[in-house]
T-cell receptor
Framework: DADVTQTPRNRITKTGKRIMLECSQT?????MYWYRQDPGLGLRLIYY???????NKGEISDGYSVSRQAQAKFSLSLESAIPNQTALYFC?????????????FGPGTRLLVL | DQQVKQNSPSLSVQEGRISILNCDYT??????FLWYKKYPAEGPTFLIS?????DKNEDGRFTVFLNKSAKHLSLHIVPSQPGDSAVYFC?????????FGTGTSLTVIP
């Protein structure tokens, strides 16, 4: 079983619709992240959370919100989807060990907003 | 502004030869650097990392070099194998956030 899972894997939605992407992890990590990948732009950080009560905005948080329901679950919501939110979305987890931190990524969710 | 840059979108190398992937950064506060490998339809997977107190870290066929004065990071793969064909991302961390480059697509030709 995968350590970091994302649902759905693919989603097509229409402009203005609300959509939620879900992430679950079995690694027992406290830190969780949401990124989006666009061609030519690499991965950009949307939101991150260092524990259940901690939520932080990343580089490109506008138009997104998150919920950390439990240590193992971190959801990303698009309240009113727009076409330029079409991208590949990745969830990641990590644990900080002696200031060296490695992130483990889920398989990604491909989102198309029409 | 892109704080981590990979200026080569693609690289082709013959099997058995060395692959060198480069990465430049602008933020002198970065203290930890990583390389990730990504296959199509999968998430990035961790490959190798280096702390800012070191200038070299080696793991099998993979070696990462850090030149802090030049703010430059490189990944050497020797010998390159067809299974190494993937997109490689470099990343840098300040301890709270990770910043990723745009990726280099490596093709190893058999």
């Amino acid at each position: 079983d995968a350590d970091v899972t994302q649902t759905p894997r693919n989603r097509i939605t229409k402009t203005g619709k609300r959509i939620m992407l879900e992430c679950s992890q079995t690694k027992g990590h406290d830190r969780m992240y949401w990124y989006r990948q666009d061609p030519g732009l690499g991965l950009r950080l949307i939101y991150y959370s260092f524990d259940v009560k901690d939520i932080n905005k990343g580089e490109i948080s506008d138009g997104y919100s998150v919920s950390r329901q439990a240590q193992a679950k971190f959801s990303l919501s698009l309240e009113s989807a727009i076409p330029n939110q079409t991208a590949l979305y990745f969830c990641a987890t990590s644990d900080l060990l002696d200031r060296e931190e490695t992130q483990y990524f889920g398989p990604g969710t491909r989102l198309l907003v029409l | 502004d892109q704080q981590v840059k990979q200026n080569s979108p693609s690289l082709s190398v013959q099997e058995g030869r060395i692959s060198i992937l480069n990465c430049d950064y602008t933020n002198s506060m970065f203290d930890y650097f990583l390389w990730y490998k990504k296959y199509p339809a999968e998430g990035p997977t961790f490959l190798i990392s280096i702390s800012s107190i070191k200038d070299k870290n080696e793991d099998g066929r993979f070696t990462v070099f850090l030149n802090k004065s030049a703010k430059h990071l490189s990944l050497h793969i020797v010998p390159s194998q067809p299974g190494d064909s993937a997109v490689y991302f470099c990343a840098a961390s300040t301890g709270n956030q990770f910043y990723f480059g745009t990726g280099t697509s490596l093709t190893v030709i058999p």
